[in-house]
């Protein structure tokens, strides 16, 4: 689960780790509290970055919304020092208006929140990263010297640059590791001493809030000599985090496809592509390589859909819902392997579904497995614009049959 | 016949009185797997089906009934413990087919699990989330359907289920048997991983091919790939799921996901290719593919022991010696 700027500073900060002071707000009308407070706590100079989920907002354009063609202002985070008023200026332009950035592609994301942050001055932009090594299954922090840069185009260019040290599941960070990291970033002084506690809070935070992802960067080293947290992005484990209901609730539900919020509450796995064929298929694997077929047949997938393991008639009718949602959606293919499920009942669902909604477009309906011949009956039977289909190669033959007939 | 199950296998179900555990277990039962005991802590004493003892405790029931495999069906937030409890309990192998396991508990658990074999204890764990592994005739431990499979010689690794069914019916329709299939669960931290089933199957002497398959995410597939190219002699078969698949998303498995432009399909499917793994480029084609891989390395043997070459090779040693020894002679 993927949270905000804001929020990933608040566990943080929780935590004990040096973080960047901001407070968020949804409305223009709180800015000038905002900035009170963080005036009370000492800031002088100020930054407004907007809250999405996604990367390089610094470098992105914001667009207006009710008129997409027009920019409004280039760049999602700005430094305006002393400079209040324009602070707030800017605020009120961007607010309510889309963000699009290299990560979120062109429909761009609505910026809703904007943290109001300190401006900081400071000496050096350095990268840390904590996360799992997917081939030693442990979890290792990264840290660079090249801060304030994609480290995967660090990793790409100069990987030398990249200090990693891996971690002991039944030990944790050990002391000579947290100075292994600081002597390969080049730290001295109070800025070292510093790291070395920043680097152990930090990957406590990690832990103990089952983060599948923690990125610092830029960590600043300030003007005087202190470590801080100038960015930071946290993604927690999908598995985990109804274990906390705390971070559960920092869900926005604003930063979603509609469409996949939708499908999760059917218990449906459905993510939206810019393809012109829908599919529904039992199993992740099975409907991976299910969009791939389509490729291979001259269409284009126009979702990942996976009913699970029941695909029973109620899950199959919110399925076809869901993609017909979708008018890009040219034909539908449905590719069911029935092992302890039986194709006859998936074919009823099918059918009983079809009935109840009205379906616009061709469905191509592939069954395989036990009792997948009553099932092939079921369908053909119908009377209803269903393609019944027995293997892959039958069901690729006709969704291009679907499509190019459309 | 097979790698890490087979007939003799006496396999133990954590979770037996849930829902999904009962109906598993009936099915693994009807397949002619010898379920020996049940775990279900507070439920010790009781009977399942008439038939099946059920126990407290996975060390009990070994103890008991001589189980040597465990099956895990328990909810996700009670996987870690159960995996450690049958690790202490000495059994071989424990399949775990739950989902939903958190990545920081499989992390402490390989660890613990890593540090057993070490000192001495030989466990292995497969999943977690995953349909389990059935050696065909012999047993299954799992939820795979198992009509579909076939007896025979084609070892079958996968990280995904209804996509393993797939591919093993299109094998078992075109008459290739299998020795084993395992899936080795799509979670990005797993017991036993591509590399691992690989050797296994490698150094089965029943085990005449064995087909892959992966999909984006992780380098599992490759770091299994450069294996086969140095130390694998038997045709190895591979397919590469979510080619379509765009980057930063999470495709239904936890471990499927395209993560700072690294692990694509295409990025894989190069790597094997250029290990002489024969790669179906369309999941129709799976079944085929290990076919014709199996006819071309059998013809490939065939030539290799046809008698006319045999014949030139008998020459060639012959004259080899001469040579040699004349060389000797002179040096004399």
Not at chain 1, 30 to 48: M, P, S, Y
Not at chain 1, 129 to 137: A, F, M, T
Not at chain 2, 206 to 214: F, P, S, V
Request: charged share 25%.
């Amino acid at each position: 689960m993927k949270i905000h700027e804001f929020q990933a500073k608040s566990i943080l900060k929780k935590f004990g780790v040096g973080v960047q002071d901001g407070i968020a707000i949804t409305s223009i009308a709180e800015f000038d509290d905002a900035i009170q407070k963080l005036k009370e706590n000492g800031a002088t100079q100020f930054v407004v970055k907007s809250q999405i989920h996604a990367g390089g907002r610094g470098k992105g354009i914001v667009y207006n919304k009710y008129n997409r063609d027009e920019v409004v202002i280039e760049g999602g985070v700005k430094f305006f020092g002393d400079n209040i008023e324009k602070a707030k200026d800017y605020a009120s332009k961007i607010l309510g208006n889309i963000l699009v950035t290299h990560q979120t592609g062109k429909e761009g994301k609505e910026i809703q929140t904007l943290f109001i942050a300190e401006g900081l001055d400071y000496k050096k932009e350095l990268y840390l990263g904590i996360l799992l090594d997917r081939q030693n299954s442990k979890n290792v922090i990264m840290a660079s010297t090249e801060g304030g840069v994609e480290i995967e185009k660090v990793a790409a260019e100069t990987p030398e640059k990249i200090i990693k040290v891996w971690i002991e599941p039944s030990i944790g960070i050990s002391s000579y590791q947290a100075r292994e990291l600081a002597t390969g970033l080049q730290l001295e002084g109070n800025a070292y001493k510093d790291f070395l506690k920043f680097i152990v809070k930090l990957y406590k935070a990690y832990e103990s809030t089952d983060a599948s992802l923690v990125e610092i960067n830029p960590m600043v080293i300030t003007n005087d000599d202190r470590i801080l947290a100038l960015d930071a992005k946290v993604n927690l484990d999908d598995n985990a985090v109804e274990r906390y209901p705390e971070y559960y609730a920092m869900r926005d539900l604003n930063e979603e496809d509609p469409l996949e919020i939708e499908a999760s509450k059917s218990n449906l796995n459905y993510i939206k592509l810019d393809g012109n064929v829908g599919c529904m298929v039992n199993g992740a694997g099975l409907a991976m390589a299910t969009m791939d077929l389509i490729k291979l047949a001259g269409g284009e997938p126009a979702n990942f859909l996976d009913v699970g393991g029941t695909a029973s008639a109620e899950t199959v009718e919110n399925g076809f819902r869901i993609i017909l949602s979708d008018k890009n959606v040219k034909a539908i293919l449905i590719n069911i392997f029935g092992g302890i499920v039986r194709c006859d009942r998936v074919a009823t669902g099918v059918v009983q579904a079809s009935r109840n909604l009205n379906i616009p477009v061709p469905v191509v309906v592939r069954l395989q497995g036990t009792n997948a011949g009553e099932a092939k009956k079921i369908l053909d039977e119908s009377g209803l614009n269903l393609i019944s289909a027995t293997t892959l190669e039958d069901a690729a033959q006709k969704v291009t049959m679907a499509i190019s007939g459309s | 016949m097979s790698i890490l199950v087979n007939k003799k296998s006496r396999v133990v179900v954590q979770g037996i009185t849930g829902s999904e555990g009962t109906f598993h277990t009936t099915q693994m039962i009807e397949y002619g797997t010898n379920i020996v005991a049940g775990v279900t802590p507070g439920k010790g004493g009781t009977v399942f089906q008439e038939k099946i003892p059920i126990f407290n405790s996975v060390r009990e029931a070994v103890e008991k009934t001589k189980a040597n495999v465990s099956v895990i069906f328990v909810p996700a937030p009670f996987v870690a413990d159960a995996i450690i409890e049958a690790t202490d309990a000495g059994v071989n192998l424990i399949v775990c087919i739950t989902e939903g396991v958190p990545t920081k508990d499989m992390i402490k658990v390989y660890d613990y699990v890593q540090s057993k074999n070490k000192n001495g204890h030989t466990v292995r764990f497969i999943g977690p989330n995953c349909p389990g592994i059935i050696s065909p005739g012999e047993c299954k431990i799992g939820i795979m359907p198992g009509f579909i499979h076939k007896k025979g010689k084609v070892g079958v690794i996968s990280r995904s289920g209804t996509l393993t069914y797939e591919a093993v019916d299109q094998l078992t329709k075109l008459g290739i048997g299998q020795s084993t299939c395992i899936g080795i669960g799509g979670d990005p931290v797993i017991g036993t991983r591509f590399l691992d089933a690989i050797k296994l199957f490698n150094e089965d002497k029943n085990t005449e091919a064995i087909l892959m398959m992966g999909e984006i995410g992780g380098n599992a597939e490759e770091e299994a790939a450069y294996f086969v190219k140095k130390f694998v002699k038997k045709p190895v078969i591979g397919f590469i799921a979510g080619k379509t698949a765009p980057p930063g998303r999470r495709m239904g498995h936890a471990g499927a996901i395209i993560s700072g432009g690294k692990g694509t399909a295409a990025e894989k499917i190069e790597t094997l290719t250029k290990c002489g793994i024969a790669v179906a480029d369309s999941p129709a084609n799976i079944g085929i593919t290990v076919k014709t891989a199996l006819e071309k390395f059998k013809k490939k043997q065939a030539a290799k022991k046809s008698p006319k070459k045999k014949a030139i090779k008998k020459v060639i040693k012959k004259q080899v010696k001469k040579t040699k020894s004349a060389a000797k002679k002179k040096r004399k």
